[in-house]
């Protein structure tokens, strides 16, 4: 038996949208945002890292409460369950020898503000907060203005109070 016309235009179609469905994505012009054009049976090149700053300087916070960023390199550092490497010279009775920075009495403080003997659990893992910097230009525009420079602001400035 054959089809009425009336089916045909319809036929039509899904056979075009099979035929679309059956080519690569990037036949069609789609890329996909994280992989980019790499098809998926592919591996995409990694991309370029920018090297690790290694001043062991201090930098200004920008703000109250700031974590301070980690002056030198970390590559490598073991911090799981079982070790942390920053607490090799980070930790209160290392720094004399280390001249490390000592971790704030706050890392020895749980949830309910009871100091602890050792570093608090919620405190133990270090890069959730501290994090290395690289020399590397920044991805997007940045207008932040700390509040030094928000008090200084004349009057009828965009950003100041009156």
């Known amino acids: 038996m054959k089809p009425s016309r009336s089916w045909m235009p319809l036929l039509a179609l899904c ?16 890329v996909d945002a994280m992989r980019g054009p790499t098809p998926i049976a592919s591996e995409s090149k990694a991309p370029l890292l920018y090297p690790t700053e290694n001043k062991d300087i201090r930098r200004t916070r920008n703000y109250t409460m700031q974590p301070p960023t980690i002056p030198h390199k970390i590559d490598g550092y073991q911090v799981d369950k079982d070790f942390n490497r920053c607490m090799f010279c980070h930790a209160r009775t290392r720094t004399e020898e280390t ?64």
């Open 99 to 162: 001249q490390a920075i000592p971790v704030s009495i706050t890392h020895y403080m749980d949830r309910d503000n009871n100091v602890l003997a050792d570093v608090s659990p919620r405190r133990y893992f270090c890069t959730q907060c501290h994090v290395p910097q690289a020399d590397a230009k920044p991805l997007v525009g940045n207008t932040f203005i700390d509040v030094e420079q928000m008090l200084k602001r004349k009057p009828g400035v965009k950003g100041s109070s009156n």
């Open 15 to 30: 056979a075009l949208l099979l035929a679309v469905l059956a080519m690569p994505a990037h036949a069609q012009g789609l």
